[in-house]
């Protein structure tokens, strides 16, 4: 394969176009109207309330803040991406890996119809037009992110989709009217922070020209993503976003790397 330079390669491309929409932070008390177990270690909730009738999610990779409620009074935080939403119907469906104790873990495994959940945002959306191919690459955290991006397209953009998960059972099917390849990587949670095999993966796939690169995934995994592909695939800053969307031994901790 051959690559050319980065600013020779941005200076036969159009841009990308990425809109930073700030939206009024609201909180919000919502009931849970059902549970769905996805995967083994993926639980799908719909939550509802009256709270969501002007809720607006305007990118795939928002997040909202939940508010999970302690034995010390002041509640824990955690963000989760909006993985469906419909203000008509008051409902909006949210994504549990529940790979590990914690508290979001815990109140996803014990919810049932009825719990109740306070939520708060999206605070803003980095909306992302002017692409038709895309390149997704993210962990058991991205899932959401990656599932509502695919699903949302229209039949005139293609997505790469590669996402690393513990085994073939954590694999989901995402239902789309655009063109859609998706690769797995089966690793050991304990190799959640290892890049390696996502690379391995990487090099095998053709990046043409004008694809958008979006990385989310274990911090150093999305550092070491984010390099591999601006220094070994010449792939230009503009077209691409990255994210620590946690980070290991660290609660409630996430990265910016864009």
Same mark, same amino acid.
């Given at each position: 394969?051959?690559?050319? #330079?980065?600013?020779? $390669?941005?200076?036969?491309? #159009?841009?990308?176009?990425?809109?930073?929409?700030?939206?009024?932070?609201? @909180?919000?008390?919502?009931?849970?109207?059902?549970? !769905?177990?996805?995967?083994?270690?993926?639980?799908?909730?719909?939550?509802?309330?009256?709270?969501?009738? /002007?809720?607006?999610?305007?990118?795939?990779?928002?997040?909202?803040?939940?508010?999970?409620?302690? %034995?010390?009074?002041?509640?824990?935080?955690? /963000?989760?991406?909006?993985?469906?939403?419909?203000?008509?119907?008051?409902?909006?469906?949210?994504?549990?890996?529940?790979? !590990?104790?914690?508290?979001?873990?815990?109140?996803?495994? !014990?919810? $049932?119809?009825?719990?109740?959940?306070?939520?708060?945002?999206?605070?803003?959306?980095?909306?992302?037009?002017?692409?038709?191919?895309?390149?997704?690459?993210?962990?058991?955290?991205?899932?959401?992110?990656?599932?509502?991006?695919?699903?949302?397209?229209?039949?005139?953009?293609?997505?790469?989709?590669?996402?690393?998960?513990?085994?073939?059972?954590?694999?989901?099917?995402?239902?789309?009217?655009?063109?859609?390849?998706?690769?797995?990587?089966?690793?050991?949670?304990?190799?959640?922070?290892?890049?390696? /095999?996502?690379?391995?993966?990487?090099?095998?796939?053709?990046?043409?020209?004008?694809?958008?690169?979006?990385?989310?995934?274990?911090? #150093?995994? %999305?550092?070491?993503?984010?390099?591999?592909?601006?220094?070994? @695939?010449?792939?230009?800053?503009?077209?691409?976003?990255?994210?620590?969307?946690?980070?290991?031994?660290?609660?409630?901790?996430?990265?910016?790397?864009?």
């Amino acid at each position: 394969m051959t690559d050319i #330079s980065s600013q020779d $390669q941005t200076s036969q491309m #159009s841009m990308p176009c990425i809109e930073r929409v700030r939206h009024e932070l609201k @909180r919000r008390e919502l009931t849970v109207r059902s549970v !769905e177990k996805l995967t083994p270690n993926m639980l799908r909730i719909a939550l509802v309330g009256e709270d969501l009738a /002007d809720f607006l999610s305007a990118s795939p990779d928002d997040h909202v803040k939940i508010f999970l409620p302690t %034995a010390e009074g002041e509640p824990e935080r955690r /963000d989760y991406t909006p993985r469906r939403y419909d203000t008509a119907a008051r409902e909006l469906v949210l994504d549990f890996a529940v790979h !590990e104790a914690g508290p979001a873990t815990q109140w996803a495994l !014990e919810a $049932q119809v009825g719990s109740r959940l306070s939520i708060g945002g999206p605070r803003g959306s980095a909306v992302i037009s002017g692409v038709k191919h895309w390149i997704l690459v993210g962990d058991e955290t991205a899932l959401p992110s990656m599932g509502r991006r695919v699903e949302e397209a229209g039949p005139d953009e293609t997505f790469t989709v590669i996402g690393a998960v513990t085994g073939s059972q954590e694999e989901q099917t995402f239902e789309t009217a655009a063109q859609l390849r998706t690769i797995w990587v089966h690793r050991p949670l304990s190799a959640a922070a290892n890049a390696s /095999d996502i690379i391995s993966v990487l090099n095998t796939v053709d990046i043409p020209a004008e694809t958008f690169a979006w990385i989310a995934a274990e911090a #150093s995994v %999305a550092r070491a993503v984010r390099a591999y592909l601006t220094e070994g @695939r010449n792939h230009p800053l503009p077209w691409l976003k990255a994210a620590g969307y946690w980070v290991q031994g660290l609660a409630d901790a996430h990265e910016k790397l864009d």
